[in-house]
């Protein structure tokens, strides 16, 4: 009987681990290109963001302060999300050149006005559904052959677009694929000081968009702080802040 049951224990054992690396495998492979998660969510992409307030609580409120979020509910759309981390990181930076040059803080998301926002975040936003599927290959070390592809985001800001291939033991391009994006500071200069991020979980489908939700490295929200902070410092000096 204690031979029975400590059998049984081993069994229950031997199944959670394999449950438990079943469940890391699939995660892995959603992380990198949506893999053998289930990619589909029942609502608009309002309601996914609404949906993950730990990661999104303040992406969704930064759509609704813009006045896209209808946009967000009913146009067809690929969204290239940020996290809230990328918004908090952007404040801090922001707050202590407004500090250092005498002005008030941004206190509230609130503050910052609506088409400041609207200009930052539509640089996430495209026309159309796009999955991966639907990018071509980049390769920043050999971008002369695999360059990725140039888009206009929703507010005509130019990106570049492409899936990084990535290399299996010593073969290149057979590995993963993962999606990133790029800021493109000067459109006389295409191919120079892009600020590049990428994708930690792509296809995610909602009724009306395509999500594809950027990794931590995405450090500032709007790819470029000092343009930001520029906007923000031009507008409160303006009103005497």
């Not at 690396?21 to 969510?41: I, R, V, W």
């Not at 930076?93 to 941004?106: C, E, K, M």
């Not at 999955?131 to 920043?140: A, E, G, M, N």
Request: charged letters at 15%; aromatic letters at 16%.
């Amino acid at each position: 009987m204690q031979l029975s049951k400590k059998y049984s224990y081993c069994c229950l054992i031997l199944l959670v681990a394999l449950t438990a690396f079943t469940a890391c495998q699939k995660e892995s492979d959603y992380y990198l290109d949506s893999g053998l998660a289930n990619p589909y969510f029942k609502g608009n992409v309002v309601d996914y963001l609404n949906a993950k307030p730990f990661f999104f609580d303040s992406v969704a409120t930064i759509v609704k302060l813009s006045g896209m979020e209808d946009i967000f509910k009913s146009d067809s759309i690929t969204f290239f999300a940020p996290t809230d981390h990328s918004i908090q990181t952007l404040i801090n930076y922001t707050n202590s050149a407004l500090y250092q040059s005498g002005y008030d803080t941004i206190r509230t998301l609130q503050d910052v006005p609506a088409e400041i926002w609207r200009k930052y975040l539509s640089v996430y936003l495209f026309h159309g559904l796009n999955q991966l599927k639907d990018y071509p290959q980049i390769d920043y070390n050999l971008l002369i052959n695999y360059p990725g592809q140039a888009y206009y985001s929703w507010d005509m800001q130019p990106m570049n677009i492409g899936v990084v291939y990535g290399d299996d033991n010593g073969v290149k391009y057979v590995g993963y694929r993962q999606l990133s994006i790029s800021y493109i500071p000067n459109v006389s200069t295409p191919m120079q000081g892009w600020v590049t991020s990428y994708v930690a979980s792509c296809n995610i489908l909602t009724d009306n968009g395509v999500v594809h939700v950027l990794n931590d490295g995405h450090t500032y929200f709007g790819f470029y702080p000092s343009k930001f902070m520029q906007d923000v410092m031009a507008v409160f000096a303006s009103s005497g802040k």
